[in-house]
């Protein structure tokens, strides 16, 4: 290090006896380290001896000090110099000096370098913001191309593409003779030299003859930088000199002006994939089957989707500035509504947080609401046509009975326990099918009385644990819950399927945990399995009639689809609701919500 110092480093003992005398010191001092080595220098002049033992007591004293002075070559030559002088410690004593010397003329130059440099990154910041103010990417390009020769003096320049294992010249500068989109190997080109490197700048001076864009008469010098976007090579510029000859400095600003380029040209692709996003978006705005519109914080429409225009039958020129011709759903909310021409739509909305602004989507559902229609029909139809296979069942069982001793007790028994069988599941099909109906046709009558909810609990878990031998059941009821407002009956159903789903769709076993308990002015029963789950997706979807999510094995448990149907229309035909969730142990969590009594004052029958 002291070999390779540019500053003469001369050090010194307490008693001014040099101990180091470097290369730089024999250079400016005309002194050899032999001759110096072990005796005092005889650099500082007579009239300076006095300040120089008073710099080395305040350095001894006090630490650094820098002064400008005079030293005197070893032929007499006076020199204008400037010293920093430090102390040379051995632990917190003072062992001597250590002096580093330099023309004050070499700090002149210095300045006048850092001048330069100031002023050339003043103009590279004004170069930097044209460049970014442009944002169609051949702007940018063809601004960076001038600007490398306006900051580095080169005579022309150019920048390339990397596009695979090929270049292309995509803008030039003072190249009139070479066509925009030559493209020339990457592999054999001096941009591929460059990448091998590992480095972002290059200078190269040699085979340049086979360059294909740099056909510029007396060039002797290319420097090139890489740009990167996204941290990957993107491309390269390419500065051309024919008059005179680069150095470190125009290396420097070329590295800085890729940097910058590698930006401007992100921002620019940036702005380009953002436009092609956007024609995307309207793209699929127009061509979507389902009417979208977006509203502004009023909820007027400021945008209307050509499906939009023909669901509703209102064009986008009389749509624009107004309400949409429907209610407007909440965030996440879904709405069906029936327009004035008979047509029903499903309609849902989403908020754009950052601009306040709402998205509507909606779709035609007339068929499905016909459909929905016929399947009412169909309940009450088969409801009907099912009371008579009960019937003949169960006269069946009353004629064996009749007969019981002209049959074996094998026969018997398998014949009676089948019909029992039978009968059972036929008349809770056709229990299901009723309430089904019902339910369809906002038919469910309901009792709306005081009612003891942890009594219908307790009832309903009572004998459980007994009934599989892979379950476990727990039960926990808050201590003097209050009394519900409802229908006791229709609790007591509600209750028994979602005991009735926790137990089928938990085939492995398990805990099945129950609890109630108060929250806020309501009562809250809650019931856990760790079953197979329900989908997030299909949590609201199973309590629609005639569901069958699919997920998984989830298919194989069979029913009809009306359980939780049935559950939701019961719970909110007393003024309540039923929900699922994830359950904590993986399986599902069912959550049935309850009118307090205490916070009711009205007993009269609701439908």
């Not at 410690?89 to 062992?95: E, H, L, W």
């Not at 306006?150 to 090929?166: H, K, P, Q, S």
């Amino acid at each position: 290090m002291l070999d390779s110092s540019p500053n003469a480093v001369v050090v010194l003992d307490r008693d001014q006896t040099v101990l180091v005398w470097n290369a730089a010191a024999e250079r400016l001092f005309g002194l050899t380290a032999a001759a110096m080595l072990g005796r005092r220098a005889p650099i500082v002049p007579d009239e300076l001896t006095a300040e120089h033992h008073a710099v080395l007591e305040r350095v001894r004293t006090g630490g650094q000090v820098s002064l400008r002075t005079k030293r005197v070559r070893g032929d007499g030559e006076v020199l204008d110099v400037r010293v920093d002088i430090s102390a040379l410690r051995i632990g917190s004593a003072v062992a001597g000096y250590v002096c580093v010397h330099h023309l004050v003329q070499a700090d002149d130059a210095a300045k006048n370098r850092m001048a330069r440099r100031a002023r050339l990154v003043r103009r590279l910041t004004d170069v930097v913001g044209d460049i970014n103010a442009e944002l169609e990417l051949p702007a940018v390009l063809d601004r960076i191309a001038a600007s490398l020769t306006e900051l580095t003096g080169a005579d022309a320049g150019g920048f390339v593409l990397i596009e695979g294992d090929r270049l292309r010249l995509v803008s030039t500068y003072q190249l009139p003779d070479v066509p925009k989109g030559t493209t020339t190997d990457l592999h054999n080109s001096l941009v591929g030299k460059l990448l091998r490197t590992g480095r972002t700048v290059l200078l190269e001076s040699e085979g340049l003859d086979d360059l294909v864009w740099a056909r510029l008469k007396g060039l002797h010098t290319v420097a090139l930088g890489l740009a990167a976007v996204g941290g990957r090579p993107y491309g390269a510029l390419y500065a051309m000199f024919a008059r005179r000859k680069p150095g470190h400095l125009e290396l420097e600003l070329l590295e800085l002006l890729a940097g910058h380029a590698g930006i401007a040209v992100g921002n620019a692709v940036a702005y380009q994939e953002a436009v092609r996003q956007r024609a995307h978006e309207r793209a699929v705005f127009d061509a979507s089957a389902d009417g979208i519109a977006v509203l502004d914080g009023a909820g007027r429409v400021l945008r209307w989707n050509p499906a939009a225009a023909r669901l509703t039958a209102v064009p986008a020129e009389d749509a624009v500035g107004r309400p949409p011709p429907f209610p407007q759903p909440a965030p996440g909310e879904k709405l069906t509504v029936q327009l004035a021409n008979g047509r029903w739509l499903d309609v849902v909305g989403a908020r754009i947080e950052e601009t306040g602004e709402l998205v509507v989507d909606f779709r035609d559902v007339t068929a499905a609401k016909e459909l929905e229609e016929a399947k009412d029909l169909f309940l009450a139809t088969t409801s009907h046509e099912l009371r008579t296979p009960i019937t003949i069942v169960r006269g069946f069982a009353s004629t064996l009975d009749a007969r019981w001793d002209k049959l074996s007790d094998a026969e018997r028994r398998s014949a009676v326990h089948t019909i029992a069988e039978r009968s059972r599941s036929l008349g809770q099909l056709m229990d299901h099918l009723l309430l089904g109906a019902r339910a369809g046709a906002e038919e469910q009558v309901v009792r709306d009385e005081p009612f003891d909810l942890a009594e219908r609990v307790r009832a309903a878990t009572l004998g459980l644990p007994v009934l599989s031998d892979r379950h476990r059941v727990e039960v926990s009821i808050a201590d003097g819950l209050p009394l519900a407002m409802g229908d006791a009956l229709a609790t007591d159903i509600v209750l028994a399927q979602l005991l009735e789903n926790a137990f089928k769709y938990s085939p492995k076993g398990g805990l099945i945990s129950v609890s109630a308990r108060p929250e806020n002015d309501a009562l809250v029963v809650v019931v856990d399995d760790e079953g197979v789950g329900i989908a997030p997706a299909d949590r609201e979807r199973v309590f629609e009639r005639f569901v069958q999510v699919d997920s998984g094995d989830r298919r194989r448990f069979g029913g009809v689809g009306l359980g939780l149907y049935i559950v939701r229309s019961l719970a909110r035909a007393q003024g309540g609701e039923v929900s699922a969730h994830p359950g904590p142990g993986g399986g599902t969590r069912m959550r049935l919500v309850l009118k307090r009594a205490s916070s009711i004052g009205s007993d009269t029958p609701m439908r």
